[in-house]
Each structure stands twice: as structure tokens, then as C-alpha cells.
């Protein structure tokens, strides 16, 4: 593969990849080159300090844009870090290569995190002209509980024109407003093709699955991070200004023992390590960190319910995280309020 040195090698590197999915899918019905994958990553770091996901990083021609260097793996991640908060990571390794170098590099640096989109977040071009969804992803793990008590949900479906399955709509629509939301999958069509087809997850991670034009795809994965940033930006303000609690609502009740030996254990993907300091029937309290900064943070749990109030200079992402990680697991449908105002919205 061609060194890529510069922004302009880069977009000609992703554009030719977008060619070759079009012209195989209409000579083949199927596309054969790696889809495009992009991860916004929360960051509290330096890029120097961060480091790479694989290998080390090397400047491109444009400030604040990189590509890898790596024995193995060279020119196959590339970083926008244009943004101070909400970076961009572009792979064209294959889902599971870069799937598994994001988390474990995320995982394993201080001050990383993904970014975790809202339900509103991910339906952001539900009304905006020429984009329409064409699929949705539900997940309910119940898994506070055990396997064998579990009541899961699971639903991923592809829509278009056609309805194969009556009523198919209502039972989405019914389903969307108990359980979680951890994947859209949108299309934008121009001239009766389609421009751009992506499909969102509830993580920060957007797979292209067909393009046209490149700079075209590029802002509108920007337009979700620079909507992420100013989320974490106006987030921030409010808790500094009013020391107000992040309130996160549930659809779903949840169970607060179980609840309670989870975050004690300091493991999984929510990052917090808290211990319960008081205890009712219908009511817990913690206090503890958040492992994403080893910043304090204080919890307060009722059965579908909690306020998060995270101290002094605290990373604000430890709300959308604990919202999107619990409504996927155990919470259903949830929001995020702050002096009864909807954020991260």
C-alpha cells in the first residue's frame, strides 16, 4: 500500500475505496473492499500522551491530522485531532481488527473514553431533508440479573420501501420506547441514489457502508463530533456554574442489589469503582471514582432513577456513559437531565 504522507493522500485512499464498493455492488450485488469505520473517542489527553491504537503516530500535512506508523499494520488508522475533547479515529482494517484495537487501547489509557451517543444523538437526521432511517438496533441485557432469570431483548432490523412484516413499524415503535437504543442506520439519497448509507452505534462508532463522495462523509461524521463536543462544553458549564446532579431516568426499573454488587467490583465498561454509604429499600447511595479519571464521584440510585454529581473538574462523559451502558444492560429507554433540562439531546 501507497504511503500515506498527507490529507489529500488520505481522502484519495478512502474515495477509491468508496468506488470500488459502488462498482462491485452493481456488477456483483455485493461489496468486497474494507468499509470504512470511524470511532469518536472522549479524550482528556495529549495526542503524544494517548498514544496510538496500533503502532505510533505520525504527523500528516494538516494540523492536528495523523496516520499510523506500524510493522504490521501502517497506514490503516488515522486521527483527527482537530478537536481538544472528541477526537476521530478512521480505520480501514476489518470490524473485528479495529474494533478490538480501540477497545483495548481506550481500556487501557487514563483519561480515554468512547463517546456515548443519546437516543437523540443517534436519531439526530430523523428530520433533516434527504436522510431517512433504514434500520434500528434495540438491546436489553437485564443483566443484573442471572443468565438463567435474564428477560432479554434483542432487535436489528433493515427496512426500506418494503414491508414484509405487518404492523412491522408498530412493533419498533413499541419496543424503542422501553428498550435502549445501540445502533440507527441512516441513508442519504440525492437524485434517486443513494449518497451516503452509515449506521451508528450507540458507542461512538459509525461504519460507512456506502459512499459517494468523500469530503461529503467526512462532515458528517464531524457534524456528530462536533455535536458530541459542544454537548460535553454546555455539560461542563452547567456543573460548574449551578453544582447541580446529572439526573439519568429510566424506563425500566432496575434491581439496586445487584446494582450495588457491580460498581463494588470496579469492573466492566461503566468505569466506576464506588461503595455504598446508605441503603433503603427503594434508595441507594455511593460514593467513589470514575476509573475513566480517578475523579470522585458521588451516586445516588432509586429503582429507575439516579443523579450523578461529579465534583471539583471532573470529566462531565461519565453521564452519558452510565446512561447508555445501563439502559443497554439493565435501565431501558433513560435521559439525561440537569436542572430539568434534557442534555446530551
Same mark, same amino acid.
Not at 472522549?42 to 496500533?54: H, L, M, Q, T, Y
Not at 475533547?85 to 483495548?104: F, G, H, M, T
Not at 438496533?137 to 443483566?143: A, K, Q, T, V
Not at 408498530?170 to 442506520?185: L, P, Q
Given at each position: 500500500?501507497?504511503?500515506?504522507?498527507?490529507?489529500?493522500?488520505?481522502?484519495?485512499?478512502?474515495?477509491?475505496?468508496?468506488?470500488?464498493?459502488?462498482?462491485?455492488?452493481?456488477?456483483?450485488?455485493?461489496?468486497?473492499?474494507?468499509?470504512?469505520?470511524? /470511532?469518536?473517542?472522549? %479524550?482528556? &489527553?495529549?495526542?503524544?500522551?494517548?498514544? @496510538?491504537?496500533?503502532? *505510533?503516530?505520525? !504527523?500528516?500535512? $494538516?494540523?492536528?491530522?495523523?496516520?499510523?506508523?506500524?510493522?504490521?499494520?501502517?497506514?490503516?488508522?488515522?486521527?483527527?485531532?482537530?478537536?481538544?475533547?472528541?477526537?476521530?479515529?478512521?480505520?480501514?482494517?476489518?470490524?473485528?481488527?479495529?474494533?478490538?484495537?480501540?477497545?483495548?487501547?481506550?481500556?487501557?489509557?487514563?483519561?480515554?473514553? &468512547? @463517546?456515548?451517543?443519546?437516543?437523540?444523538?443517534?436519531?439526530?437526521?430523523?428530520? *433533516?431533508?434527504?436522510?431517512?432511517? %433504514? !434500520?434500528?438496533?434495540?438491546?436489553?441485557?437485564?443483566?443484573?440479573?442471572?443468565?438463567?432469570?435474564? !428477560?432479554?431483548? $434483542?432487535?436489528?432490523?433493515?427496512?426500506?420501501?418494503? &414491508?414484509?412484516?405487518?404492523?412491522?413499524?408498530?412493533?419498533?415503535?413499541?419496543?424503542?420506547?422501553?428498550?435502549?437504543?445501540?445502533?440507527?442506520?441512516?441513508?442519504?439519497?440525492?437524485?434517486?441514489?443513494?449518497?451516503?448509507?452509515?449506521?451508528? /452505534?450507540?458507542?461512538?462508532?459509525?461504519?460507512?457502508?456506502?459512499?459517494?463522495?468523500?469530503?461529503?462523509?467526512?462532515?458528517?461524521?464531524?457534524?456528530?463530533?462536533?455535536?458530541?463536543?459542544?454537548?460535553?462544553?454546555?455539560?461542563?458549564?452547567?456543573?460548574?456554574?449551578?453544582? @447541580?446532579?446529572?439526573?439519568?431516568?429510566?424506563?425500566?426499573?432496575?434491581?439496586?442489589?445487584?446494582?450495588?454488587?457491580?460498581?463494588?467490583?470496579?469492573?466492566?465498561? *461503566?468505569?466506576?469503582?464506588?461503595?455504598?454509604?446508605?441503603?433503603? %429499600?427503594?434508595?441507594?447511595?455511593?460514593?467513589?471514582?470514575?476509573?475513566?479519571?480517578?475523579?470522585?464521584?458521588?451516586?445516588?440510585?432509586?429503582?429507575?432513577?439516579? /443523579?450523578?454529581?461529579?465534583? !471539583?473538574?471532573? @470529566?462531565?462523559?461519565?453521564?452519558?456513559?452510565?446512561?447508555?451502558?445501563?439502559?443497554?444492560?439493565?435501565?431501558?429507554?433513560?435521559?439525561?437531565?440537569?436542572?430539568?433540562?434534557?442534555?446530551?439531546?
Amino acid at each position: 500500500m501507497r504511503e500515506i504522507a498527507t490529507l489529500a493522500d488520505l481522502k484519495e485512499r478512502l474515495q477509491a475505496g468508496f468506488e470500488n464498493n459502488e462498482e462491485s455492488l452493481e456488477l456483483f450485488g455485493k461489496t468486497y473492499s474494507t468499509q470504512l469505520k470511524a /470511532y469518536l473517542i472522549e %479524550s482528556n &489527553r495529549s495526542v503524544d500522551v494517548a498514544g @496510538c491504537p496500533i503502532g *505510533m503516530w505520525r !504527523g500528516l500535512d $494538516s494540523t492536528g491530522w495523523y496516520g499510523n506508523q506500524d510493522e504490521n499494520f501502517p497506514n490503516t488508522l488515522f486521527l483527527d485531532g482537530t478537536r481538544e475533547r472528541v477526537w476521530i479515529i478512521y480505520s480501514i482494517l476489518d470490524a473485528a481488527e479495529s474494533d478490538l484495537a480501540i477497545k483495548n487501547w481506550t481500556e487501557s489509557r487514563k483519561g480515554l473514553d &468512547r @463517546c456515548w451517543l443519546s437516543r437523540k444523538q443517534l436519531l439526530h437526521w430523523e428530520s *433533516m431533508e434527504h436522510w431517512s432511517q %433504514s !434500520g434500528l438496533g434495540l438491546r436489553f441485557s437485564d443483566g443484573l440479573y442471572p443468565e438463567e432469570e435474564a !428477560g432479554k431483548f $434483542s432487535l436489528k432490523a433493515w427496512y426500506g420501501a418494503n &414491508r414484509y412484516i405487518e404492523d412491522l413499524d408498530e412493533i419498533v415503535d413499541k419496543a424503542k420506547e422501553k428498550f435502549a437504543i445501540y445502533s440507527a442506520r441512516w441513508q442519504k439519497r440525492r437524485n434517486g441514489s443513494v449518497a451516503i448509507s452509515a449506521e451508528w /452505534y450507540s458507542n461512538g462508532k459509525v461504519t460507512i457502508n456506502r459512499a459517494v463522495d468523500v469530503d461529503e462523509v467526512l462532515l458528517s461524521i464531524s457534524e456528530m463530533a462536533n455535536r458530541y463536543d459542544d454537548a460535553l462544553f454546555d455539560a461542563t458549564g452547567l456543573r460548574d456554574t449551578t453544582l @447541580c446532579a446529572f439526573e439519568i431516568d429510566f424506563s425500566q426499573e432496575i434491581d439496586l442489589d445487584a446494582f450495588s454488587n457491580t460498581v463494588a467490583k470496579g469492573t466492566g465498561e *461503566m468505569k466506576l469503582w464506588l461503595v455504598e454509604t446508605e441503603a433503603e %429499600s427503594d434508595f441507594r447511595r455511593f460514593r467513589g471514582v470514575d476509573l475513566h479519571t480517578w475523579d470522585r464521584v458521588l451516586l445516588d440510585v432509586g429503582p429507575d432513577f439516579a /443523579y450523578l454529581t461529579i465534583p !471539583g473538574k471532573g @470529566c462531565v462523559n461519565a453521564a452519558p456513559r452510565i446512561a447508555t451502558i445501563q439502559g443497554e444492560d439493565n435501565a431501558g429507554k433513560t435521559s439525561i437531565f440537569h436542572d430539568g433540562v434534557e442534555i446530551f439531546a
